[in-house]
């Protein structure tokens, strides 16, 4: 079964530019999370969606916003970009069902510069 | 909220040297994680642990789930050169907090052939 996809793999832009990344899950997967991976800050949550709403929220500012579709299929957007927001942008999915076996498997990311 | 201390930041050494690595964390968690990251890439689920107690191997992997619910350790046994890469932890929990996982900074691992 194919994995966690991501688009695009690679993006820059400059300050005050706004982003859209993509993220498409394991098949049958309902669950989308977002992280930010820098070197300094490491793993951090922003946020998930289940079920087209967003259900757990990590502590980014509102620049940072999500949305699911029908399709499970997951968007983030950076708006107003910064140069603090250059990272690798990781996209795992799960079943989404809450159980303790409900196991995240993440994509490869999308690397962020921005200048 | 929840934090995780992952032990060592780094580690070299030799290959065929066995490699130890552990988090512990100032909450309870019902799951452990175990995942390996290699440059360019995201990370790659290794083991999951999901009973305290529960001791996991996967080929030269082992993990345990320790019994306070606040700890996890990985042993990697006779350490070869593809073993090279950043080893995280992290741990959740059930019902809506689920897909929110939490880790640690990681172990750089680096092994000399």
């Known amino acids: 079964k194919a994995g966690v996809t991501q688009t695009p793999r690679y993006l820059i832009k400059t300050r005050g530019q706004q982003v859209t990344l993509s993220c498409s899950p394991i098949?049958?997967?309902?669950?989308v999370s977002w992280y930010q991976q820098t070197p300094g800050q490491g793993l951090q949550f922003l946020f998930e969606?289940?079920?087209?709403?967003?259900?757990n929220k990590g502590n980014f500012p509102g620049r940072f916003s999500g949305r699911q579709f029908s399709n499970s299929r997951s968007e983030m957007n950076v708006s107003t970009l910064e140069l603090g927001d250059s990272a690798l942008y990781l996209c795992?999915?799960?079943?989404?069902?809450?159980?303790?076996?409900?196991?995240?498997?993440f994509g490869p990311g999308t690397r962020l510069t921005v200048l | 909220g929840q934090q995780l201390n992952q032990s060592p930041q780094s580690m070299f050494i030799q290959e065929g040297e066995d490699v130890s690595m552990n988090c512990t964390s100032s909450?309870?968690?019902?799951?452990w994680l175990w995942y390996k990251q290699e440059p360019g890439e995201g990370p790659v689920l290794l083991i999951a642990?999901?009973?305290?107690?529960e001791l996991t191997s996967n080929g030269r992997l082992t993990a345990q789930f320790g019994i306070t619910r606040k700890d996890s350790f990985l042993n990697i046994s006779a350490s070869i050169p593809s073993d090279v890469g950043i080893y995280f932890c992290a741990g959740h929990f059930v019902g809506a907090n689920a897909g929110k996982s939490t880790f640690g900074d990681g172990t750089t691992l680096t092994v000399k052939p």
């Open positions: 969606y289940f079920s087209e709403t967003q259900r």
């Open positions: 642990l999901y009973k305290a107690g």
């Open positions: 909450s309870i968690f019902n799951t």
């Open positions: 098949s049958g997967h309902r669950s």
């Open positions: 795992a999915s799960s079943l989404g069902r809450g159980a303790s076996t409900d196991t995240q498997y």
